[in-house]
């Protein structure tokens, strides 16, 4: 019994000291269950990190909705229910009064959080943003026609064209991104669609065919030449083709599936990584024109190595050439035996000759995202049981490993704590692959995707939380600083070169939870664009979030993901959203229609009898929405969400203990 008295010990020990607290400091501060966060007792009133009061919009959402069930099958943007009343704030939440003394202020009064996500966001305001994030992109892809095109990327600064570094093979960042083959005007191309402009699709496309050649001597990364050229002409072929076009007329006269052919051109130039290694892990860069550079490095990173399922497998289904999945299915395959038989993880760099962990950190964020992300994607595309599967498998042992918070004993309670506004919420941290030990105590941006995946699969609630603590992050800075100490509540790594991942997430939520909170969001991080970013000819990478410095460069990414889903976010007429047509969007934001046809073998008929009914099984397997709910958090506990898990305050999510964890107040 005397384990049962040290129990109740120290939980009267803590509510003794919260009680304390509250007294004497107006501030409860979460005793909640991190393991190594510092607690931070700070009462100043949030403030920009230049000490002015923050701008932001007016008004905002305080109540999370319950959504309507929606289409089954909507699996990329899933809808939720049209806004309306919520409850009043919940037991020992003081509304206004708590967060006004959060913030330094006095009495039951609103407070600057209040004041800020109270109201609703109308329409004329959301068209309003809607027109900004088009107008954002126009200027961005204009100055790039004009001064940039025909090299890879526009530096917006001095209004020149950037292509790949001729007098530098090593510089890397450039030279893996930059093939010298029109970069970011291939990589726009659906968001025109999208976006409606279906003259100016068009003429891109025609340039593209025209003007673009992959017979380069270029040596690029065949992850980014993959997601970002690949993907992109897969997109604008499906587009062009689709007999619905529920764009706007996007179709091309005298078409005769040049872009098809240029991107099975591209893969066949990619091919040489994936020979002579005996692992089948692909090496991690080619040269266009000759092949796999005779120095080229043995070591290649999960995600480059293990995320090319999506674009390869579309092609391979479009061209009946089952080559190209093959190969990268089989990446996918022995990256995945190699995971720890203890814990179930991956590490982030691999031997790609002797299947040697180089890198044994496991995380969210560079180096391993993606290869979750086409986990789950490759098998909602082609129907593939053993996706899911591995998939299921990877999120148990990020849920076991990786985040921090609350143990599964505590989860019933936790989850509702977070998104009430007390405990602590969720972080997802890199620790060692082999024992699952904290190996540092920074997160970097990429992990901002991960509530979106999150959203994809049902698990909207733990979504809701991280998505906070990243946004919390942006607000103090106006940005995502590259990597944030979470221990030091510092950025570790300071420049911000216009990623999309916060903005992704951003947009998902909002089509689970139809909560116009996430709109203030999306203003919130465009204003935040405009402001910090836009220069003389476009927008400009800031070199540091806190003084707001610049880098001379606009990553193609800005415009074919950052300005699309901003735009979508604030679109809700958009085609995406009504036309019926169940969309997915590739790790670069490319959009594909999920559809029949991407879940048939081609090549089955050269199969045998036996074997084309085995195939046919293993490939064509059909989701069903309870598969898609995998093992998520609440489910390791053996628990089903209940009736309230849209119907908590969603504002005191970005209150008090996301906003203390990153120094706010």
Not at 552 to 557: G, P
Not at 613 to 628: A, G, I, N, T, Y
């Amino acid at each position: 019994m005397q384990w049962r008295a040290l129990v109740l010990g120290l939980v009267l020990l803590r509510l003794g000291l919260h009680a304390v607290l509250w007294l004497v400091f107006g501030l409860g501060p979460s005793m909640g269950f991190y393991q190594r966060f510092p607690l931070s007792f700070g009462f100043q009133r949030l403030r920009d990190p230049d000490g002015s009061e923050p701008v932001g919009p007016p008004g905002g959402p305080a109540w999370l909705h319950r959504p309507r069930r929606g289409t089954e099958g909507r699996l990329e943007t899933p809808r939720g229910p049209e806004p309306g009343p919520g409850p009043g704030p919940g037991p020992g939440v003081c509304g206004a009064a708590h967060w006004g003394y959060a913030l330094g202020g006095r009495g039951c009064g609103p407070d600057e959080y209040e004041r800020r996500y109270s109201g609703a966001f109308p329409p004329q305001l959301r068209a309003q943003m809607r027109d900004l994030a088009r107008g954002m992109f126009v200027f961005g892809y204009d100055n790039y026609m004009a001064h940039a095109f025909p090299q890879d990327e526009l530096n917006p600064i001095h209004c020149r064209g950037r292509g790949p570094d001729r007098g530098d093979p090593s510089n890397l960042n450039i030279n893996d991104v930059l093939g010298n083959y029109s970069l970011t005007l291939v990589d726009a191309l659906d968001t025109l669609a999208i976006m409606g402009n279906s003259s100016e699709f068009q003429k891109a496309v025609k340039l593209v065919i025209n003007t673009v050649s992959f017979d380069k001597d270029s040596t690029v990364q065949v992850f980014e030449a993959t997601i970002r050229v690949l993907g992109s002409l897969l997109s604008a072929h499906r587009i062009i083709t689709d007999s619905k076009q529920p764009f706007g007329d996007m179709t091309i006269e005298d078409y005769d599936n040049e872009l098809l052919y240029m991107a099975h051109d591209l893969a066949v130039r990619l091919l040489p990584a994936f020979e002579n290694t005996k692992t089948g892990i692909p090496y991690p860069r080619v040269n266009l024109k000759t092949g796999v550079p005779p120095d080229s490095n043995n070591e290649t990173c999960t995600a480059g190595a293990g995320s090319l399922l999506v674009e390869f497998g579309i092609l391979s289904r479009l061209l009946g050439d089952s080559t190209f999945e093959w190969v990268a299915r089989r990446a996918v395959k022995a990256l995945w035996n190699l995971r720890s038989n203890d814990t179930g993880l991956l590490g982030n760099v691999v031997n790609i000759q002797t299947g040697h962990w180089v890198g044994k950190q496991s995380g969210l964020g560079a180096g391993l995202d993606s290869f979750y992300e086409y986990l789950l994607k490759s098998y909602i595309l082609f129907g593939e049981k053993e996706d899911l599967e591995m998939f299921n498998a990877a999120y148990q042992s990020i849920q076991s490993y990786l985040r921090r918070g609350f143990t599964c004993a505590l989860w019933i309670h936790s989850r509702e704590a977070c998104n009430e506004g007390e405990g602590d919420p969720p972080l997802y941290v890199n620790v060692n692959m082999f024992s699952g030990q904290l190996m540092n105590t920074w997160i970097d941006s990429l992990q901002a995707f991960f509530p979106g995946l999150q959203v994809l699969i049902g698990d909207v609630e733990d979504a809701i939380c991280l998505h906070a603590f990243y946004y919390a992050i942006w607000k103090r800075y106006g940005a995502l600083p590259e990597r944030y100490n979470w221990q030091l509540q510092a950025p570790d790594v300071l420049f911000y070169p216009l990623r999309p991942e916060l903005v992704e997430s951003t947009y998902l939520l909002y089509q689970a939870t139809k909560n116009p909170f996430y709109l203030h969001v999306g203003m919130d991080i465009l204003q935040s664009l405009e402001k910090y970013t836009k220069v003389k000819c476009g927008y400009a990478t800031l070199h540091h979030v806190i003084d707001k410095s610049k880098e001379d460069r606009m990553e193609s990414f800005f415009l074919s993901e950052t300005c699309k889903y901003l735009y979508l976010l604030f679109d809700e007429e958009n085609p995406v959203h009504k036309s019926g047509t169940r969309y997915m969007f590739t790790t670069e934001g490319h959009i594909i229609s999920v559809d029949k046809r991407l879940r048939e073998l081609p090549w089955k008929e050269f199969f045998s009898a036996d074997g084309e009914r085995d195939q046919e099984e293993k490939f064509v397997h059909r989701p069903k929405s309870q598969e898609l709910r995998v093992i998520n958090s609440s489910s390791n506990c053996n628990r089903v969400p209940d009736e309230r898990r849209y119907s908590l305050p969603l504002k005191s999510i970005y209150m008090r203990q996301i906003d203390q964890m990153v120094g706010l107040i």
